[in-house]
């Protein structure tokens, strides 16, 4: 099974992002930042589609629902779990206060005899460190795998490798399988915060989108692939337990 996670950072891509999703034809599809309107975009090539939506955004005047999308060739079965929201629900996204207004959902789908989850996990602004949201978040989000057969867990988790030491929380359940060769999988061309000089640290040492598995998935051939979208795609096979 051909698999691809990626951040589209909603609609700011997509003249990059379509023509690598089409060309690539993966089996199983999980993004983030995703608008709705990929749904129709996504059905029409052939694939089953959920969606879990965390925020309404604007593009260009128009507003449209962001959140999480799993798309798969064969049907699946999909649970939406919202492992943290706002009391008032899907609220419009407001950027000095995304705590406040983005909600925090998990899909778990099974695809034949494949168990896999995909998330966009909390947002920290200093990444390397640990808040009180994240380790909220993470403890909801985690208790709720536990209930879940094994399983593939990809997304996009604001969580750097080995600086955040919330990132040993996770592989202590998981196995990072992404390459130690890759340091940062945020794309310094398409990120808003590129050509920053305070922000290079994130182009050097922030690997924040995963692909855990359990026993016993086990994958092979995973890479990260830039310049499609301010975050790398990760790809990889999986192989069938």
């Not at 994240?134 to 909801?140: K, S, V």
């Not at 794309?187 to 290079?200: F, N, T, Y």
Request: hydrophobic letters at 40%; one cysteine or more; a negative charge.
């Amino acid at each position: 099974m051909k698999l691809i996670s990626l951040n589209l950072e909603g609609k700011h891509h997509l003249d990059t992002v379509l023509p690598f999703l089409e060309t690539e034809s993966a089996d199983v599809v999980c993004l983030t930042e995703a608008a709705q309107d990929m749904q129709p975009w996504l059905e029409a090539r052939g694939y089953f589609v959920t969606f879990a939506v965390m925020v309404h955004r604007n593009h260009d005047g128009l507003q449209f629902e962001s959140g999480v999308m799993l798309a798969s060739k064969s049907a699946h079965t999909a649970e939406i779990f919202y492992y943290r929201q706002p009391a008032t629900g899907i609220m419009q996204f407001e950027k000095d206060n995304k705590r406040g207004t983005i909600s925090q959902a998990a899909i778990f789908a099974t695809i034949g005899d494949f168990n896999l989850a995909t998330t966009h996990f909390t947002w920290n602004p200093v990444g390397e460190t640990a808040d009180e949201n994240q380790t909220t978040d993470l403890a909801a989000l985690l208790a709720y795998l536990r209930t879940k057969p094994p399983h593939i867990l990809c997304g996009d988790f604001n969580i750097p490798r080995h600086y955040n030491v919330l990132y040993k929380e996770l592989i202590t359940q998981y196995t990072d399988t992404v390459p130690t060769s890759y340091s940062s999988s945020l794309d310094a061309v398409h990120h808003r915060a590129g050509k920053s000089p305070d922000l290079q640290k994130l182009f050097t040492h922030f690997m924040v989108d995963y692909l855990f598995t359990q026993a016993p998935y086990q994958v092979s051939n995973v890479r990260l692939q830039f310049d499609i979208s301010d975050h790398a795609a990760v790809l990889a096979d999986v192989t069938q337990p």
